[in-house]
Nanobody, 121 residues
Framework: QVQLVESGGGLVQPGGSLRLSCATS????????MGWYRQAPGKQRELVAT???????NYADSVKGRFTVSRDNVKNTVYLQMSSLSPEDAAVYYC???????????????WGQGTQVTVSS
């Protein structure tokens, strides 16, 4: 059983910052790519940022220069530092991990339950 647990969401004023964390646990042999998606009400889930095991990051154009994704390969945790937040960033943020289970033969995507980010004055 694998779990991805997000934390760090909440209410922040426009222009503010938040740091999301996503910790994985379970019988994990290796984690390839990790990342973050978000979904606002009435909209499709969209990519926010991904990071490879080696640290190569990829960002959606809408968050470049404001968000920073990072990971700790020892803790199997991925982070998302968000700054200069605007109401357009408000959404449920989901983390994911492309991982291989102990005894497994293929990499599969696993998802967290989501954490709400609200940007409002």
């Amino acid at each position: 059983q694998v779990q991805l647990v997000e934390s760090g969401g909440g209410l922040v004023q426009p222009g503010g910052s938040l740091r999301l964390s996503c910790a994985t646990s379970g019988s994990i042999f290796n984690i390839n790519t990790m990342g973050w998606y978000r979904q606002a009400p009435g909209k499709q889930r969209e990519l926010v940022a991904t990071i490879s095991r080696g640290g190569r990051a990829n960002y959606a154009d809408s968050v470049k220069g404001r968000f920073t994704v990072s990971r700790d390969n020892v803790k199997n945790t991925v982070y998302l530092q968000m700054s200069s937040l605007s109401p357009e960033d408000a959404a449920v943020y989901y983390c994911y991990a492309d991982l291989l289970l102990v005894g497994g033969v293929t990499y599969d995507d696993y998802w967290g339950q989501g954490t709400q980010v609200t940007v409002s004055s």
